[in-house]
């Protein structure tokens, strides 16, 4: 099955830690794209990457950091100095920068 | 800044009337439209996709796309209970060698039987 798989599904933070989003696809796209989501909000982008070993900032970088190592994976960590971190995170590919989004299931993000 | 405006709702419709969204962008150059579907909790599914000006139809919806208003809209025919969700508009948009995707709020329409 060609996809795009984010996990864990649910993720919970303590204060001061830094915790790991991963988002993987296998379906040969070059961009690949990270969203916050707040309730009864639009998407976000955090981070966007248009081909490997190369990313960009979106509108709310603050307190994120990725990496694109490999075409199909393109983890978000969520840093300690992102001091609300609670919301639903999207990870997308497109086949090209322009084109159409799939998105994963999401890993929802809570603070303990 | 490129902005994608949505009016938020809620659009409330009853089955099988025609639901009409609407949505605006602030930037000429844009590359691609895209309308997405999404219920409450998961995420977003693709519906449509436009790349040019005019209509351009899919089963029960069709989207409209005027570059020289910066307009994008979707209409669905026979609205139906199923269809109650949020829909997003989202754009594309080049920007110094890189495209770059914007989102609206999204707008929640109601299908009521």
């Known amino acids: 099955d060609g996809g795009i798989t984010q996990s864990p599904k649910y993720l919970f933070r303590k204060e001061g830690q830094n915790v790991t989003l991963s988002c993987e696809q296998n379906?040969?796209?070059?961009?690949m794209y990270w969203y916050r989501q707040d309730p009864g909000q639009g998407l976000r982008l955090i981070y966007y990457?248009?081909?490997?070993?190369?990313?960009q900032k979106g509108d709310i970088a603050e307190g994120y950091s990725v990496s694109r190592e490999k075409k199909e994976s393109f983890p978000l960590t969520v840093t300690s100095a992102q001091k609300n971190p609670t919301a639903f995170y999207l990870c997308?590919?497109?086949?090209?920068?322009?084109?159409?989004?799939?998105f994963g299931p999401g890993t929802r993000l809570l603070v303990l | 800044q490129k902005e994608v405006e949505q009016n938020s709702g809620p659009l409330s419709v009853p089955e099988g009337a025609i639901a009409s969204l609407n949505c605006t962008y602030s930037?000429?150059?844009?590359?691609?439209f895209f309308w997405y579907r999404q219920y409450s909790g998961k995420s977003p599914e693709l519906i449509m996709s436009?790349?040019?000006?005019g209509d351009k139809e899919d089963g029960r919806f069709t989207a409209q796309l005027n570059k020289a208003s910066q307009y994008v809209s979707l209409l669905i025919r026979d609205s139906q209970p199923s269809d109650s969700a949020t829909y997003l508009c989202?754009?594309?948009?080049?920007?110094?060698?890189?495209?770059?995707?914007?989102f609206g709020r999204g707008t929640s329409l109601i299908v009521h039987p």
């Open positions: 997308a590919s497109s086949r090209a920068a322009q084109e159409t989004q799939y």
């Open positions: 379906l040969n796209h070059d961009a």
């Open positions: 990457s248009q081909i490997v070993n190369d990313f």
């Open positions: 930037d000429r150059v844009s590359q691609s």
């Open positions: 436009i790349y040019s000006n």
């Open positions: 989202a754009g594309v948009f080049a920007s110094g060698g890189s495209y770059i995707p914007t």
